[in-house]
């Protein structure tokens, strides 16, 4: 069988969700695993989540919700208007997680390593997406992790052999997709589902070399596993709502 590699979406914090999914793909040790960032924020178990990617040596990107705790605490120090923002946008959470503060220092040098994407050859991992005016030298974190609508309304796909694997933005914001469908833009697939949100509740895994997907309803507690081109949907135009 061919080693597979799994993309999982936005989770948030949620560690118990995770496991199930987890679980549910059982995953080989040959088969690899990516996550597209956000690990963080919302969710009640953030030190769970992070201490599960780290000690499994999985690959991840960086995303805003890293950025954000990254860009609050400089050389030891708080910057307090970063860190209200943070803790605004779900960072309370992952405090909360944390009952060792010197494990959260550790954590957060762990986050300052993780690459803005990941570039697989045909597959370009990335948090948000990339601006669709500019070369790829020319961008940096304040693209690859928070771009929304350059990016989901390019007319053209940005690269002619890559498919782009994003999170960030929640499907279900896009017209016309359901909660848990995932979003098809031009040259990009995204695949955060709203684990957080009341609205959806579902952890979304994309195999994309059997093209299935598994996913998790963390309020419904269900799992269910679809082939992809069930799962997926074009979008047709604007979103309908902006999330952090």
Not at 24 to 30: H, K, L, T, V
Not at 153 to 158: H, T, V
Not at 174 to 191: D, H, R, S, V, Y
Request: charged content about 20%; hydrophobic content about 40%; proline content about 5%.
């Amino acid at each position: 069988m061919t080693d597979r590699r799994i993309f999982i979406g936005d989770v948030h914090g949620h560690y118990d969700g995770l496991m199930k999914l987890l679980e549910a793909i059982a995953p080989d040790r040959s088969d690899q695993i990516y996550f597209v960032g956000d690990l963080i924020d919302r969710g009640p178990k953030s030190a769970q989540v992070v201490k599960f990617i780290k000690e499994g040596s999985y690959q991840c990107v960086l995303g805003n919700h890293e950025q954000l705790l990254l860009e609050s605490l400089r050389q030891n120090k708080i910057n307090k208007a970063a860190f209200q923002s943070w803790l605004y946008s779900g960072g309370h959470t992952t405090v909360a997680s944390y009952g060792n503060p010197q494990q959260i220092l550790e954590d957060i040098e762990w986050m300052r390593t993780l690459p803005a994407y990941i570039d697989l050859g045909d597959i370009w991992l990335v948090h948000a997406g990339v601006h669709p005016e500019l070369p790829i030298k020319a961008q940096g974190p304040e693209d690859f992790c928070w771009i929304r609508s350059e990016f989901h309304q390019m007319s053209k796909p940005y690269f002619p052999d890559k498919l782009i694997v994003i999170g960030h933005t929640m499907t279900f914001t896009f017209k016309g997709i359901e909660p848990g469908q995932l979003a098809l833009g031009q040259g990009w697939i995204g695949i955060d589902t709203g684990v957080y949100n009341s609205n959806s509740g579902w952890l979304t895994a994309l195999d994309i070399t059997q093209r299935k997907v598994y996913q998790v309803n963390v309020f419904q507690r269900c799992i269910r596993a679809l082939p992809l081109a069930q799962a997926v949907k074009k979008i047709q135009g604007d979103r309908i709502a902006v999330h952090r």
